[in-house]
C-alpha cells in the first residue's frame, strides 16, 4: 500500500496514535527493546533527498553510525538493540525488488542523459558550467545481499559496535547510551530474511518461552506502513513504532549547481549569489506511532460489534492486505484515498456471523476461506458501482483542471492586451530624472526581447521566444519524448491512453484483454483468482508464523476483480515449508539489471550482457511501465519478465568453480550476532565455555544470566573482538509443525489508558479522507519574508534561510 496515503488515512482516523517526538528535549523514554529495520537507514544515509550525499563509503557508514547513535538518545533502550539488516527476501519479495532496482537503473541512467543535455545547453548559450571533479556515481541498488558494499558495511557495524563497548575510550554520554547491560543483535544481509521478519521472528520466538516476561516494552524503527500491522500481529501490549515525520514536497539541492533554489531544469549554471539569502535544510523530524493506543480503537470499534479484541486486530490486519502489500497487487477496486479500508471493515462486520464462536476470518495466521467468500462476494456486488464513481470522480477532477488552465490562459491574454492597449497600470515605467515621464512601453515583452537580443543571449531566450510565438503556432515536439493525448471532452492530458475505462460497459473484458491478453476472461480469471486466493493464504502466514515457502511467488503482475472470487473454499492452499532461500549471489542474478553488474563477480556477469547467454531475456535493456491508471510512472507497473528458478539454476551451474574465495564468502549464508559487553560479568563470564577450550559446540542462553535472551549461542574465531565478545546466536527452535498463537499473553499488565473519556466521546472514525481539515503552506518565497519578521525563525521551522 502507498505508505503515505496509509499513513494519512491511519492518522487520521485514529488521531490519538502519533506523538511527535522532539530530539533536542531531554526526556527519558522506557523502552525496553529497540529494533532497527537497518534498510530504513541505510537508505537516506547513502543518498539522502534533503541534502548533498557523501562521497565515500567511510562517510556514508559514519552517517550511519550518527543515525543510530541519535535514534539510541531519543529512545534509551534498557536490555535490547537489534540490529536487522535486509537478507535473502522470499521470491514473492524478490520480484517487487526487481522492479525497484531495474527502474533505479533506468531513472539514474535517464537523470544522467538529462544533465548532460542541460549542461550543453547551458554552454551553447555561452553560460560557464564547472564539471568539477567526476565523482564514482554511488548505485543506490548495492544496497541488496551479497554485494561488496554490505559486507563492507557488516564489518563496519562490527567494529563499531565493539568500540562503542569501550566504556574507558568513550564520553560520558556514549557510555551512557551503550551500557554495559545493553545486549547488541546484529543480523546482517548474510542472514536471509526482510529486516523486520527478521525481527517479528525474534520477537515470537522469544515470546512463546515459558519464562519470557510479558510487560517488555517494544519500540521498532522504520519507515514502512507493514510495520504497523506486524507490530499488531504480535499482540504485545507495550509496542511503539518511531519513524522520520513524513514531509511532502520536500526542496532538494539542483543536480548541476547544488542549489536550492530552482530545480535541475531551471538551472542557469550560476554559482550562488553571496548578498542572498543561503537556504539551509533541516533534517525531518520523528514521531511516535503508538499501537497500544492503536489497540483502544480498535477495541471500541470491536466492542461496539460484540468482537473480540484480539481476533478482530487479526482480521483487520488481513483486511489491509487487499488495499496493497509488498507480495500481492491491491484489487482494482480497493483504493486507500478512496476509503478502502473504512470500505472492507464495514462489509466485514456485515458479513460476519456473531452467533458462532468460529466466526472470524482468520486464526494464527491462517485464513478460513469459506468465512472469506462472503465479504469478496459482497465487495464483487460493488465493484461496477466503485468504477463508475471513480470515473465520474476522475472527470470532474480533469474538468476542474482544465477550466483552472483554461482560467490562467484568458488572464494572461487580458494582462497582455491591457499591456498593448497602454493601460498605464501595466505598462513599465522607466525611472529617470524628477519631473519626466517617459512613454510607455506599448509591447513590453516585445520590447524586452529586443533589449535582451541587443545584450546578447541568455537562459531565458527560450522562454521569451515562446512567449512570441503567434497565437495558433505549436511548440515543437522535444525529440524523443511522446506527445501526450489530449482527451476531447475534457481537455486534459495524460501520458497514455486509458484502454479499460473501468466504469464503462465492457470494462472487464477490456481488463483482461488488455491486461492479460485474452479475450475470454472466464477461463483466465479463474487461474488468477486462485493464485490469488494462496497469495493471501502466504502473506498472513509469513506475518504470524515466518515463511511458509521461500519459492512461492503471486505469477501475474495484475490482481484480479473481487467478483472472480468464486467457491475459494475449494481452492487447496498447500505450501513447501522444506523450500530454502535463494543465496546471495544468486538473488542478485534476479533483481540486479545489467547496468548494476559492477557487483557481480565477472564469471557471472557475462550471463546478464552476452547476446549469447541462455537468460540474457532475464535483463532487458527496456521496459514498459503500465501506469494502470496512476498519474506518476513510479506508481505504474513495470512490465519486467519473471525469472525462472530452474533456467537461472541450470546457467549458473557451470559458473559456480570459478568464483574465488572471497566470492563463495560473498554467496553464503551467515547467522545473528551477539554482543556482550566486558563489563557485563555476569552474561560476559557466562558464554566462558565457549572460549576455554571446550570445543562446546553450543551453549544454550539462559535467561536470568543473559539478560532475558533465550535461544542458544557459538563460538566462531571470525567475530574477534577487544572490548565485547561476539557469538554467533540462534533463535529458540519450535518442532515443525509448531504453531505460534497469535494472542494477548494472560498476565500481561496492560498500560494505562491513553483515550479520554472526552477522547472518546468526540471520536468521529470517519470514512475515506475527505475529513482532512485545509492547510495552507509557505513556498520559498514566503520563508524568505518571514525570515526577515520571525525572530529566530532560522532556527524554528522546518526549512529555514540564513545570511552566508
Not at 515470537?204 to 517488555?216: L, V
Not at 484502454?499 to 481488463?511: C, D, F, H, I, N
Not at 545489467?594 to 556477469?605: F, G, L, N, Q, T
Not at 549469447?612 to 501506469?627: A, C, N, R
Request: hydrophobic residues 35%; charged residues 30%; aromatic residues 10%.
Amino acid at each position: 500500500m502507498g505508505v503515505p496515503a496509509f499513513f494519512r488515512w491511519l492518522s487520521k482516523k485514529y488521531p490519538s496514535i502519533v506523538v511527535e517526538v522532539d530530539p533536542n528535549v531531554e526526556v527519558e523514554y522506557v523502552f525496553d527493546n529497540l529494533y532497527l529495520d537497518m534498510n530504513g537507514i541505510i537508505h537516506p544515509c547513502t543518498h539522502p533527498e534533503y541534502k548533498q550525499a557523501p562521497e565515500t563509503e567511510e562517510e556514508m557508514f559514519d552517517a550511519i553510525f550518527e543515525y543510530i547513535d541519535k535514534l539510541l538518545k531519543i529512545m534509551k533502550p534498557r536490555k535490547l538493540l537489534y540490529m536487522a539488516v535486509d537478507g535473502v527476501a522470499p521470491r514473492a519479495k524478490m520480484n517487487q525488488q526487481r522492479s525497484r532496482r531495474f527502474r533505479a537503473a533506468k531513472e539514474s541512467v535517464d537523470k544522467k542523459l538529462e544533465i548532460q543535455k542541460i549542461k550543453e545547453d547551458l554552454r551553447s548559450k555561452g553560460m560557464p558550467v564547472e564539471e568539477g571533479e567526476k565523482k564514482a556515481h554511488f548505485d543506490s541498488n548495492v544496497i541488496t545481499p551479497g554485494t561488496p558494499f554490505m559486507i563492507n558495511l557488516s564489518k563496519a557495524l562490527q567494529a563499531w559496535i565493539d568500540k562503542k563497548f569501550d566504556h574507558s575510550q568513550n564520553d560520558e554520554e556514549s557510555n551512557k547510551l551503550w551500557h554495559k547491560d545493553l545486549i547488541v543483535i546484529l543480523s546482517d544481509a548474510s542472514s536471509p530474511g526482510e529486516g523486520e521478519h527478521k525481527i517479528m521472528e525474534y520477537i515470537r520466538r522469544q515470546k512463546s518461552q515459558p519464562d519470557y516476561d510479558p510487560n517488555i516494552s517494544h519500540c521498532l524503527c522504520g519507515a514502512d506502513a507493514d510495520l504497523i500491522m506486524l507490530g499488531l500481529a504480535t499482540h504485545e501490549l507495550n509496542f511503539t513504532i518511531i519513524r522520520e515525520e513524513f514531509i511532502p514536497n520536500q526542496p532538494k539541492p539542483c543536480e548541476i549547481c547544488g542549489q536550492y533554489n530552482h530545480e535541475m531544469k531551471e538551472c542557469e549554471g550560476k554559482p550562488a549569489d553571496p548578498t542572498e539569502e543561503v537556504f539551509i535544510p533541516v533534517e525531518p523530524g520523528f514521531i511516535f506511532i503508538r499501537l497500544n493506543v492503536l489497540r483502544e480503537y480498535l477495541e471500541i470499534e470491536a466492542k461496539a460489534d460484540n468482537l473480540d479484541l484480539e481476533r478482530f486486530i487479526d482480521d483487520f490486519v488481513f483486511l489491509c492486505f487487499f488495499v496493497g502489500n509488498d507480495f500481492l497487487p491491491h484489487l482494482p477496486s480497493l483504493e486507500i484515498r478512496e476509503g478502502a479500508i473504512d470500505r472492507l471493515v464495514k462489509l466485514y462486520k456485515s458479513v460476519i456471523k456473531r452467533d458462532s464462536s468460529d466466526c472470524y476470518m482468520t486464526k494464527n495466521g491462517i485464513v478460513n476461506l469459506k468465512r472469506v467468500q462472503p465479504l469478496l462476494h459482497r465487495l464483487g456486488e460493488l465493484e461496477d458501482d466503485i468504477f463508475r464513481r471513480r470515473s465520474e470522480n476522475d472527470k470532474r477532477f480533469r474538468k476542474r483542471i482544465k477550466n483552472e488552465r483554461e482560467n490562467k490562459a484568458k488572464q494572461a491574454e487580458r494582462i497582455r492586451q491591457d499591456a498593448a492597449s497602454g493601460s498605464p497600470w501595466l505598462a513599465p515605467q522607466v525611472v529617470g530624472p524628477r519631473g519626466q515621464k517617459p512613454d510607455p512601453m506599448a509591447e513590453p515583452r516585445t520590447e524586452a526581447y529586443h533589449v535582451r537580443m541587443m545584450h546578447g543571449a541568455s537562459s531565458s531566450d527560450s522562454g521569451l521566444k515562446s512567449m512570441l510565438r503567434e497565437e495558433g503556432s505549436e511548440e515543437p515536439e522535444r525529440k524523443g519524448t511522446k506527445r501526450p493525448h489530449s482527451d476531447s471532452e475534457t481537455g486534459s492530458e495524460d501520458s497514455e491512453i486509458d484502454e479499460v475505462m473501468l466504469g464503462s460497459a465492457g470494462w472487464k473484458e477490456r481488463y483482461y484483454y488488455h491486461k492479460f491478453d485474452t479475450p475470454h476472461p472466464d477461463g483466465i480469471s479463474e487461474i488468477i483468482a486462485k493464485e490469488y486466493v494462496i497469495g493471501f493464504c502466504w502473506v498472513l502466514l509469513y506475518y504470524y508464523q515466518g515463511c511458509p515457502d521461500w519459492q512461492w511467488f503471486y505469477p501475474f503482475h495484475y490482481a484480479p476483480f473481487a467478483s472472480d472470487f468464486k467457491d475459494i473454499a475449494d481452492v487447496e492452499v498447500k505450501f513447501n515449508r522444506k523450500s530454502t532461500p535463494f543465496q546471495p549471489l544468486e538473488q542478485l542474478m534476479s533483481v540486479f539489471p545489467a547496468a548494476s553488474s559492477k557487483s557481480i563477480p565477472d564469471p557471472w556477469k557475462r550471463l546478464m550482457m552476452d547476446p549469447q547467454s541462455k537468460i540474457i531475456d532475464f535483463y532487458p535493456e527496456t521496459f514498459k511501465i503500465d501506469l494502470n491508471g496512476k498519474m506518476q510512472e513510479w506508481q505504474g507497473v513495470a512490465l519486467l519478465p519473471f525469472i525462472d528458478e530452474e533456467r537461472l539454476h541450470e546457467a549458473l551451474k557451470p559458473l559456480r568453480s570459478l568464483l574465488d574465495d572471497s566470492e563463495r564468502e560473498r554467496n553464503s549464508l551467515g547467522p545473528h550476532l551477539v554482543f556482550i559487553s566486558k563489563k557485563n560479568s555476569e552474561a560476559y563470564h557466562y558464554l566462558d565455555p565457549l572460549f576455554d577450550g571446550q570445543n562446546l559446540e553450543k551453549l544454550l542462553c539462559d535467561p536470568e544470566k543473559m539478560g532475558g535472551l533465550a535461544g542458544a549461542v557459538k563460538h566462531n574465531k571470525k567475530y574477534s573482538h577487544h572490548n565485547s565478545r561476539c557469538v554467533e546466536f540462534f533463535d529458540p527452535v519450535y518442532e515443525d509443525d509448531f504453531i505460534f498463537p497469535a494472542k494477548k499473553l494472560s498476565n500481561a499488565d496492560p498500560p494505562p489508558k491513553a483515550l479520554k473519556g472526552e477522547e472518546i466521546a468526540n471520536w468521529n472514525p470517519m470514512i475515506g479522507m475527505s475529513h482532512l481539515k485545509t492547510r495552507a503552506t509557505l513556498g520559498q518565497p514566503g520563508h524568505r519574508f518571514m525570515s526577515h519578521h520571525t525572530q529566530n525563525y532560522a532556527q524554528q521551522p522546518r526549512f529555514g534561510y540564513r545570511r552566508p
